[in-house]
């Protein structure tokens, strides 16, 4: 099961996920993105903490957002990684692009 929920201030876009972010999922969170955050241009800020699994496919979907933000010159920022999901980024060294807290 995948949730994802958007919560949008004058500042930035909050983006809670929940579940698994995965091939399976990866149609439903794509769907998401396209229909909450590309017309905004604001630093986008994802919470992690009630994802409890993240595949190769999810981590596509991340450097989407990364990718279609930096071309706005905007920030993305993940918070509150469970161990085993910043592990992977931290493999994939994509620490070095996203910053994690």
Known sequence: MFEANLENNQEQ???????????YSEE?????????????????????????YLDSTGLGMFMKIYNDNKEKGKKVKIINPKDNIKKLF??????EIFEMV
């Open 13 to 23: 876009i909050l983006i809670r996920l929940k579940g698994d972010l995965d091939v």
């Open 28 to 52: 439903d969170f794509r769907d998401f993105i396209e229909n909450n955050i590309s017309p905004e241009n604001k630093d986008i800020v994802i919470d992690i903490e009630d994802l409890d």
């Open 90 to 95: 931290e493999i994939t060294d994509l620490t």
